[in-house]
């Protein structure tokens, strides 16, 4: 199933959950995205699982806090950071609209409302342009190394909502 008929639900992460993401390879440039391991996705570090409503598959994962941050971004603690990340086999055709949602439903129920702030690598045109369609702005750029290469991110906030 590619879909989600009976939509997206947010829970707890768990130890199982951060092996999954461990074992996740993204194709060509998005292998970028892949995990090396699970270490560090953990419950306490801000991760939570998002599922299918119907069977409970994983389908991604959000994080709020440190594990958001890239390197040579501090922490503000005027925003929320968040990271996101998509099982490559359900990434693209549209179904980011229903994950992105699902992140921020349950982030507005676990965080009082402060600006959203999130870095997103230059090149991935399909993020930025879902992180617009929900109200994210480009505020900056940031540049960094990361594994030895060279990486631009843009910066996005979502304004707080009430």
């Not at 941050?69 to 996101?84: I, K, R």
């Not at 342009?129 to 910066?155: K, M, P």
């Amino acid at each position: 199933m590619t879909h989600w008929p009976d939509g997206l639900e947010v829970r707890s992460w768990t130890p199982a959950d951060a092996q999954s993401v461990a074992s996740w390879r993204h194709p060509g440039r998005w292998s970028v995205y892949d995990q090396r391991d699970g270490d560090g996705m953990t419950a306490a570090a801000g991760y939570r699982a998002v599922v299918a409503a119907d069977d409970g598959r994983l389908i991604g994962f959000y994080c709020v806090g440190g594990g958001a941050l890239v390197p040579g971004v501090e922490p503000d603690a005027e925003v929320v950071d968040l990271g996101v990340g998509m099982a490559p086999v359900y990434a693209g055709n549209g179904r980011g609209n229903a994950f992105l949602q699902a992140v921020l439903d349950d982030l507005g129920r676990q965080l009082r409302a402060k600006p959203v702030r999130a870095l997103i690598q230059t090149w991935n045109v399909r993020s930025l342009s879902l992180a617009r369609r929900f109200g994210f702005l480009e505020v900056g750029t940031h540049r960094c190394v990361q594994d030895g290469s060279e990486i631009d991110y843009t910066v996005v906030v979502r304004p707080a909502r009430g």
